[in-house]
Structure formats: C-alpha cells, structure tokens
Nanobody, 118 residues
C-alpha cells in the first residue's frame, strides 16, 4: 500500500509562489508515475500536472503551463510542484497521486490547502 503525504500548502498573495511536496512510502511505489490534482470548492477534481517514473515525461493542464513545474526525486521518494504567478483561481485543495502510468492513479494523499488572496 503506497502512502502519500502532501505538505507546503498555505496562504499566499496573488502573484506569489508556493512549493508543494509529496512524500511517498510503502510498497509498490517503484516505477509509478506521479501526479498533482486539485479541487476547488464546488468544483470537480481536476488534473494539474503529471510526471513519469524517470522524470523524462511531464504533462500539465493548459492553464498551468509556464506557471507550474513538477519534479521528482526518486532517491528521496518525493515529488514537488513549484507554483508561480498564483492567482485566486488557483485556490483549491491540492492532492498528490501515484499510479502505474500517467493515466491511472491508484493512490491519493489527503490533500493540502492552497489559498491565493487577491
């Protein structure tokens, strides 16, 4: 069972930056793709960014391209999401996820709140 724990959320002003981290533990993590999703109040969960096991392939939702950067350190079992130029529309609970490929996520963290004030 893979366990994921997010950290780094908080309150930031519009235009600011935050760096989210996700620590993975447990079996079967090796070889997994990782992703970040978010869910704003009253909205469905949406994809933010994904990264392959090797880190050689990364994918972003259109609205995040150029502002967000996903990275991973397999030696430390961590995946990060650097978020720049944040705006109030980025306010949401951000979730880390892991799965056998970039289209299938089997494990989810509890989420970390990101609030962007105007």
């Amino acid at each position: 069972q893979v366990q994921l724990v997010e950290s780094g959320g908080g309150l930031v002003q519009a235009g600011g930056s935050l760096r989210l981290s996700c620590a993975a533990s447990g079996g079967s993590y090796s070889g997994y793709a990782m992703g970040w999703f978010r869910q704003a109040p009253g909205k469905e969960r949406e994809f933010v960014a994904g990264i392959s096991w090797s880190g050689g392939h990364t994918y972003y939702a259109t609205s995040m391209k150029g502002r967000f950067t996903i990275s991973r350190d397999n030696a430390k079992n961590t995946v990060c999401l650097q978020m720049n130029s944040l705006n109030p529309e980025d306010t949401a609970v951000y979730y880390c996820a892991a799965g056998p490929n970039l289209s299938t996520y089997a494990y989810w963290g509890q989420g970390t709140q990101v609030t962007v004030s105007s």
